[in-house]
T-cell receptor, first 111, second 111 residues
Framework: DAGITQSPRHKVTETGTPVTLRCHQTENHRYMYWYRQDPGHGLRLIHYSYGVKDTDKGEVSDGYSVSRSKTEDFLLTLESATSSQTSVYFC??????????FGSGTRLTVV | SQQGEEDPQALSIQEGENATMNCSYKTSINNLQWYRQNSGRGLVHLILIRSNEREKHSGRLRVTLDTSKKSSSLLITASRAADTASYFCATDLQGAQKLVFGQGTRLTINP
């Protein structure tokens, strides 16, 4: 979707290295989310943000941190990547109690 | 644990037939949403039904919601090959501005 972009689209990294994924929106939506998608688990919420500098944990937040210094950017950081964090990561945005708009995803492989 | 569970996990039908997918959830919701995901792509919002609504239509899609049974169904009428995708239900829990997704139904439309 043109209003939300994720970068990078693909990344291979080594175990123990830090990794930052970026989500950028041009919709000025208040809410931003990071999900991971794994076979057999569907989408699971990692962290979300309800405003600049306002973030909260999701159900699988261990090993991840986030930051939102501007309305348009929501960063997801893996402090020390592990093989269990190999996944497809999706960012999503929403304005209020409505549908989400998802990015195209980042495929992360930790070797 | 997952809030929403879709049934069946996989469904294969002939083009032109109707496809029905079900979703059950556990706790009170503000609304329930359905999304489609084509292979390798992000999720696309299809339809949202609020907790005080019982049925909603959008083109060939019909969604029902039964809050007493904590269940929803998505009906796709006159299926097409392009409907081949995974379909997810997601619940917007009361008191929380975040969606919880089920594991999805993989729908295959055979020409």
């Amino acid at each position: 979707d043109a209003g939300i972009t994720q970068s990078p689209r693909h990344k291979v990294t080594e175990t123990g290295t830090p990794v930052t994924l970026r989500c950028h929106q041009t919709e000025n939506h208040r809410y931003m989310y990071w999900y991971r998608q794994d076979p057999g688990h569907g989408l699971r919420l990692i962290h979300y943000s309800y405003g600049v500098k306002d973030t909260d944990k999701g159900e699988v937040s261990d090993g991840y941190s986030v930051s939102r210094s501007k309305t348009e950017d929501f960063l997801l950081t893996l402090e020390s990547a592990t093989s269990s964090q190999t996944s497809v990561y999706f960012c999503a945005i929403s304005e209020s109690m409505g549908g989400y708009t998802f990015g195209s995803g980042t495929r992360l492989t930790v070797v | 644990s997952q809030q929403g569970e879709e049934d069946p996990q996989a469904l294969s039908i002939q083009e032109g037939e109707n496809a029905t997918m079900n979703c059950s959830y556990k706790t009170s919701i503000n609304n329930l949403q359905w999304y489609r995901q084509n292979s390798g792509r992000g999720l696309v919002h299809l339809i949202l039904i609020r907790s005080n609504e019982r049925e909603k239509h959008s083109g060939r899609l019909r969604v029902t919601l039964d809050t007493s049974k904590k269940s929803s169904s998505l009906l796709i009428t006159a299926s097409r090959a392009a409907d081949t995708a995974s379909y997810f239900c997601a619940t917007d829990l009361q008191g929380a501005q975040k969606l919880v997704f089920g594991q999805g139904t993989r729908l295959t439309i055979n020409p």
